[in-house]
């Protein structure tokens, strides 16, 4: 299994446990419901040993550095929709593979050094949402697993929505397979990344020496 340490790049730049209220854009809205997602995505790590970040202490075979890996697949798979419009031909045995493959981390793949990747992905993701007509005229790739076998016209809006879907899925995963490791939750990590006092309702967390943080 891959070493544990800290992982290089930068820390995100904003943390929260949830996408406060506010009176945006419906893009804007769109996009601050999905990155506080991923906020809570990449927090699952922290404060884990690559032991930790491999375990799947869950009845299910994934762990949260599987689903980080998972997301950072999804972001760069919904980059290149967004930016060079969608892939409508039937699924190949190899994208499904590709596929399979995010969704398992292996003991020689290191959890630490998915943070710079997730940043990067993170990145060019959110720019690629934020360009992104919500009414504008998509359509959606054939879905042969829920017996859809052939493009279907779509809104942009449809897809963008799927993203929260998607990821509030994944955030959420990540924060049960973090409680059955260690007791802490995702969201007292993230009120601790973004400098939360302690208080009545809050003890900030401290990361153990030795652990995946950054």
Same mark, same amino acid.
Request: aromatic share 6%.
């Given at each position: 299994?891959?070493?544990?340490?800290?992982?290089?790049?930068?820390?995100?730049?904003?943390?929260?446990?949830?996408?406060?209220?506010?009176?945006?854009?419906?893009?804007?809205?769109?996009?601050?419901?999905?990155?506080?997602?991923?906020?809570?995505?990449?927090?699952?790590?922290?404060?884990?040993?690559? $032991?930790?970040?491999? #375990?799947? %202490?869950?009845?299910?075979? @994934?762990?949260?550095? *599987?689903?980080? +890996? /998972? !997301?950072?697949?999804?972001?760069?798979?919904?980059? $290149?929709?967004?930016? #060079?419009? %969608?892939?409508?031909?039937? @699924?190949?045995?190899? *994208?499904?593979? +590709? /596929? !399979?493959?995010?969704?398992?981390?292996?003991?020689? $793949?290191?959890?630490? #050094?998915?943070?710079?990747?997730?940043?990067?992905?993170?990145?060019?993701?959110?720019?690629?949402?934020?360009?992104?007509?919500?009414?504008?005229?998509?359509?959606?790739?054939?879905?042969?697993?829920?017996?859809?076998?052939?493009?279907?016209?779509?809104?942009?809006?449809?897809?963008?929505?799927?993203?929260?879907?998607?990821?509030?899925?994944?955030?959420?995963?990540?924060?049960?397979?973090?409680?059955?490791?260690?007791?802490?939750?995702?969201?007292?990590?993230?009120?601790?990344?973004?400098?939360?006092?302690?208080?009545?309702?809050?003890?900030?967390?401290?990361?153990?020496?030795?652990?995946?943080?950054?």
């Amino acid at each position: 299994m891959a070493s544990e340490g800290t992982a290089p790049g930068p820390a995100p730049t904003q943390e929260h446990t949830m996408y406060a209220p506010t009176q945006d854009t419906e893009i804007d809205g769109l996009v601050g419901y999905i990155d506080a997602q991923l906020d809570a995505l990449r927090a699952s790590i922290h404060g884990l040993t690559e $032991e930790q970040a491999h #375990a799947a %202490p869950c009845r299910s075979a @994934l762990s949260v550095g *599987a689903l980080v +890996k /998972h !997301a950072i697949y999804g972001m760069r798979e919904a980059t $290149e929709r967004l930016t #060079a419009g %969608p892939r409508l031909d039937p @699924l190949t045995p190899e *994208a499904f593979a +590709k /596929h !399979a493959d995010s969704t398992r981390l292996g003991d020689d $793949e290191s959890a630490a #050094a998915l943070l710079p990747a997730f940043d990067a992905a993170r990145a060019d993701y959110l720019a690629a949402l934020r360009s992104t007509d919500p009414a504008a005229a998509s359509q959606e790739a054939p879905a042969p697993w829920a017996g859809i076998t052939a493009p279907t016209p779509i809104l942009q809006r449809y897809y963008l929505v799927h993203q929260v879907e998607e990821l509030a899925r994944h955030a959420g995963h990540a924060d049960i397979i973090r409680e059955q490791i260690d007791g802490v939750t995702i969201p007292e990590i993230l009120m601790t990344l973004s400098g939360q006092e302690a208080n009545e309702f809050f003890t900030p967390y401290e990361a153990p020496a030795g652990t995946i943080t950054g």
